[in-house]
C-alpha cells in the first residue's frame, strides 16, 4: 500500500511540474531550460523532464537557435500553440462571422457573410457551418478543440437558445450541441452582449477592470455584465435582458430610426455635419443606450461601461451625450468607452469562452 501511495505521488508531481513549466512557456515565449527551471521554481533536470512531457505530448518543441554569439547556442523551447484550435461564430439576424484562433488566441482565419434576417433556422445554420469549417480549412496541422456560438436572446448554461425574438426557428435550439458537432468537438454557445463583455475584458477596453457593463447597441441590443473579472449570465442566462422591464422605458432603436425614415449610417453621416434633426435622433439613441445601462450601473456600481456593436462605429458622436445622459440617471456614472473590437467582439468572445474549455480540460496538465 505504501508503495502504491508513492508512487501515486510521484505521478501528482510530475504533472504540476509539467503544468507549471507549460504556464512559464506559454508566457515567456522561447526559453532555455535554465530560463523554464527558474522561472517555474524548479531545477533544471524536472525542467527537462517536464518538456520531455510536454514534447510528447505534442505541445512543445525546440525552437530555432539564435543567430550570432560565439560558441554553441543554449537549446531553447517554445509552446505550440498551433498543436490545437478554437473556433467563435457570431450568428446574428443580418450577419454570420466565424474565427479561428490559435491556443494562444492569436486569430489565424476569419469569414463573414451577410444573410436574409428571415432565413430559415436550418438554412443559418448551413451557412454558419460553411463559414466556421472555412476557417478551420485554412490551418494544415491541429484539428479544432473546442468551439462556441454567440447569438441574440436568452441562451442557458447547456447552450440552448431558450428565447429567441430575432431569428426565425431559434428558440428551443441546441445551439452549442450543433456547434460541436460541426468539429466533433465540445461546443459551446452564449448570449452575443455575453460574449462581447468577454472579448472586452481578455483583450479590449475593459481589460484593466473587473466590474464592467458592456452596452450591445444597434439593431441587436443587449447587455453582458462582468463581476470581479467574471462574466455573470445569471442563473437561466438572462442577466442582462431589461427590454421587459417597464421602468426603464425601453424603446426599440429600429423603431426610433424608422420613425426619422433613415438608417443608422445614415443619421450619423448627417449628425457629422450638423443637421439638428439628425442630432436630436443621435440624442434619442443615445438617452435610450443611457437609460438602458442605467439599471445596470444603478444596481453593480461598476468601473466602466463600454460600448459595443453596430451604433459604436459612430463613436464620440454616440457617447458624448450617452454620458452626459447616464450622469444625469446615476449618482456616480462610471467612464463609458468605446469597444476595442466593434462588431467582431462577439466572435472574438466565443473564442476566449472555447480556449477557457481548452486551458481548463486540455492544458491544466
Request: glycine share 12%; proline share 3%; charged share 25%.
Amino acid at each position: 500500500m505504501r508503495t502504491s501511495g508513492v508512487s501515486h505521488d510521484t505521478a501528482l508531481l510530475r504533472r504540476l511540474n509539467t503544468r507549471a513549466t507549460l504556464q512559464v512557456l506559454r508566457q515567456g515565449g522561447a526559453q532555455t531550460l535554465t530560463q523554464l527551471a527558474r522561472a517555474a521554481g524548479l531545477s533544471r533536470q524536472t525542467a527537462e523532464v517536464a518538456i520531455a512531457d510536454l514534447t510528447e505530448r505534442g505541445l512543445a518543441e525546440e525552437a530555432a537557435p539564435t543567430e550570432g554569439g560565439a560558441g554553441r547556442p543554449a537549446r531553447r523551447f517554445r509552446f505550440r500553440a498551433e498543436a490545437g484550435h478554437v473556433v467563435g461564430v457570431d450568428i446574428g439576424p443580418r450577419r454570420i462571422f466565424a474565427m479561428l484562433a490559435d491556443l494562444n488566441g492569436d486569430v489565424l482565419a476569419e469569414r463573414r457573410l451577410d444573410v436574409d434576417e428571415h432565413l430559415p433556422a436550418a438554412e443559418r445554420l448551413a451557412l454558419a457551418e460553411q463559414a466556421a469549417t472555412a476557417c478551420a480549412a485554412d490551418v494544415s496541422r491541429g484539428g479544432v478543440w473546442a468551439a462556441t456560438a454567440g447569438t441574440s436572446g436568452v441562451v442557458d448554461r447547456s447552450g440552448r437558445v431558450s428565447v429567441s425574438h430575432l431569428i426565425p426557428g431559434w428558440t428551443g435550439l441546441d445551439l452549442g450541441g450543433q456547434v460541436g458537432r460541426w468539429f466533433d468537438c465540445p461546443g459551446f454557445a452564449a448570449n452575443d452582449a455575453n460574449l462581447a463583455a468577454l472579448a472586452e475584458h481578455w483583450r479590449g477596453s475593459a481589460r484593466h477592470v473587473d466590474d464592467m457593463v458592456y452596452v450591445l447597441s444597434g439593431y441587436r441590443a443587449g447587455h453582458g455584465l462582468m463581476l470581479d473579472g467574471r462574466l455573470r449570465a445569471g442563473r437561466t442566462g438572462s442577466a442582462g435582458e431589461l427590454g421587459r422591464l417597464p421602468l426603464v422605458g425601453w424603446e426599440d432603436m429600429s423603431v426610433v430610426l424608422a420613425r426619422d425614415g433613415r438608417d443608422a449610417e445614415e443619421v450619423f453621416e448627417a449628425a457629422r455635419a450638423g443637421e439638428e434633426r439628425a442630432l436630436a435622433v443621435v440624442d434619442r439613441l443615445a438617452y435610450g443606450l443611457a437609460r438602458g445601462a442605467s439599471a445596470l450601473v444603478l444596481v453593480v456600481d461598476p468601473e466602466l461601461v463600454v460600448v459595443g456593436g453596430g451604433f459604436s462605429r459612430a463613436g464620440e458622436l454616440l457617447l458624448g451625450p450617452m454620458r452626459t445622459h447616464l450622469a444625469a440617471m446615476c449618482l456616480n456614472p462610471p467612464e463609458v468607452a468605446l469597444s476595442t473590437f466593434g462588431e467582431e467582439s462577439i466572435a472574438l468572445g466565443g473564442v476566449r469562452m472555447a480556449l477557457d474549455h481548452v486551458e481548463r480540460e486540455r492544458l491544466d496538465l
